[in-house]
Every structure is written in structure tokens, then in C-alpha cells.
Nanobody, 128 residues
Framework: QVELVESGGGLVQPGDSLRISCAASGRLFSSCTMAWFRQAPGKERTFVAAISWSGDTKNYEDSVTGRFTISRDNAKNMGYLQMNNLKPEDTAVYYC?????????????????????WGQGTQVTVSS
């Protein structure tokens, strides 16, 4: 089994940067596809970014491309999302997720139903 714990969220101003982290327990982390999703109040959970087990392949949702960077450190069982130039519309609870399947097409890595393990989420609020 895998347990995921997100941290690093908070209240920031527009244009600020923030890095959120995902700590994983267990041995599966290094072999799993990892992703970040977010959910704003009253809205569905949506894809933000995904990274292959090796870190070689990364993909992003269009609105965060160029501002957000996903990364991972398999030796430490850690995943990260660096968020720059934050905007009010980035406000949401951010979730880390793992998929035991190998990295696949967008149809799969962007679909939250494909993921097997989830953290409890960390709140990111962007407001002046």
C-alpha cells in the first residue's frame, strides 16, 4: 500500500511562487506515474501535471504550462509541484496521485479515475 501526504500549501498573492510537496510511503512510488490534480469549490477535480516514473516525461494542463513544473525524487519518495506567477484562478485544493500503470497517453494520465492512490490535499489560495 501507499500513503501520500501533501504539504506546502498556503495563502499567497498574485504573481507569487509556491512549491508544494508530496511525501509517499511504501515501495511503489518509484515505479508509479505521479500527477497533481486540483479541485476548486463546487467544481470537478481537474488535471494539472503528470510525470513518468523516471521523470523523463512530463505533461501539463494548458493553463499552467510555462508557470508550473512537476518533479520527483525517487530516492526520497517525494514529488513536487513548483508554481510560479500564481493567479487567483489557481486557487484550489491540490492533490497528489499515483497510478501503478506505466505512463500512457493523455487520455489516461489526465483522467483522475485512472489513479490508484491519493493524498488528502493541500489548500492553495491566491488572493490580494
Amino acid at each position: 500500500q501507499v500513503e501520500l501526504v501533501e504539504s506546502g500549501g498556503g495563502l499567497v498573492q498574485p504573481g507569487d511562487s509556491l512549491r508544494i510537496s508530496c511525501a509517499a510511503s511504501g515501495r511503489l512510488f518509484s515505479s508509479c506515474t505521479m500527477a497533481w490534480f486540483r479541485q476548486a469549490p463546487g467544481k470537478e477535480r481537474t488535471f494539472v501535471a503528470a510525470i513518468s516514473w523516471s521523470g523523463d516525461t512530463k505533461n501539463y494542463e494548458d493553463s499552467v504550462t510555462g508557470r508550473f513544473t512537476i518533479s520527483r525524487d525517487n530516492a526520497k519518495n517525494m514529488g513536487y509541484l513548483q508554481m510560479n506567477n500564481l493567479k487567483p484562478e489557481d486557487t484550489a485544493v491540490y492533490y497528489c496521485a499515483l497510478d501503478r500503470a506505466p505512463y500512457r497517453s493523455r487520455r489516461y494520465y489526465s483522467e483522475y479515475r485512472e489513479y490508484d492512490y491519493w493524498g488528502q490535499g493541500t489548500q492553495v489560495t491566491v488572493s490580494s
